[in-house]
């Protein structure tokens, strides 16, 4: 990654057609490293930091549009980024991510050739070592084939700073859910597209570079919030029969989780709308 003493010096856009959003939240020092790697126009989405990262981004990089959320919004920040941006093609980044010289300027061209394609997702290459992530390569496997004509195998995963998406497909869908928050929220997301009618693709020749600190994160907060997500996606979309294995787990995994999701049961309820066989049958074969 560039010296953080060039943050300032932009890299030239390869595409025009697409605008990265990043959301972050105190992690200005990650922001320093990633931010010039990025090459096309970049919507920074701040979740309330208290480190001073919006302040210190406007200043290092003019050209950045930052915009400065009153709360914490975790994933869902993504939304007001594709909101805002100019482009009919958005890629996600993390702040501790950015995408190869190439891979947007080759997803606009498969956007352009391909008019149902409403997700790309990328190759990941994890660290200094460039260590391929298993979820890529679980991605390449293709268990669920590809549709004819397509540019590559479908998903209904993926990892969100690791897909670039049309802008009419994502807000046709309404984004990331807000009640999700973190860790998990793509399924949701994947599924709605998928029964919207978009395809979503694996296309390696896309790639991310992905630079995630080793430690220093809760990860019993993770599995909780991982735990109430999948049961709460699953309320919201899945049969019946799979709510209750899904509850079934959640209460010998995390215990407290199943609570998490009690308290939102209501809402879930409201907004429970059962996927449409053909859209089932393949989250169900995943």
């Not at 939240?25 to 309330?48: G, K, Q, S, W, Y």
């Not at 998406?165 to 997301?189: T, W």
């Not at 979309?237 to 010998?252: F, H, S, W």
Request: proline share 9%; with cysteine.
């Amino acid at each position: 990654m560039n010296d953080p003493a060039w943050a300032a010096e932009p890299v030239n856009p390869e595409s025009s057609r697409v605008t990265v959003v990043v959301a972050t939240r105190d992690r200005r020092d990650r922001l320093f490293e990633t931010l010039p790697e990025h090459r096309a126009p970049v919507i920074l989405v701040d979740n309330a930091s208290t480190d001073g990262s919006p302040a210190a981004v406007t200043e290092a990089f003019p050209a950045i549009e930052v915009v400065r959320l009153g709360e914490n919004r975790g994933a869902a920040a993504r939304n007001e980024g594709v909101r805002r941006a100019g482009t009919p093609y958005v890629a996600f980044a993390d702040d501790d991510s950015y995408w190869t010289e190439g891979s947007l300027a080759r997803a606009a061209a498969l956007f352009d050739a391909y008019p149902r394609l409403g997700l790309v997702t990328a190759q990941v290459l994890v660290g200094p070592s460039a260590r391929p992530d298993p979820v890529s390569a679980a991605q390449a496997a293709a268990p669920l084939g590809a549709p004819v004509g397509a540019p590559g195998p479908a998903v209904l995963g993926f990892l969100s700073c690791a897909v670039v998406v049309r802008r009419e497909a994502f807000l046709q869908v309404g984004g990331f859910e807000p009640k999700l928050f973190v860790y998990g929220e793509e399924a949701l997301l994947a599924m709605d597209m998928t029964t919207a009618g978009w395809w979503l693709c694996y296309v390696p020749s896309l790639v991310v570079r992905h630079f995630p600190r080793p430690a220093g994160r809760d990860g019993t907060t993770r599995d909780r919030i991982e735990a109430r997500n999948r049961l709460l996606t699953a309320v919201l979309r899945r049969p019946t029969g799979v709510v209750v294995r899904t509850a079934a787990a959640t209460l010998r995994e995390s215990p407290p989780a199943l609570w998490d999701v009690a308290r939102s049961l209501r809402w879930a309820l409201r907004h429970r709308r059962p996927l449409p066989p053909s859209t089932e049958a393949a989250v169900a074969r995943l």
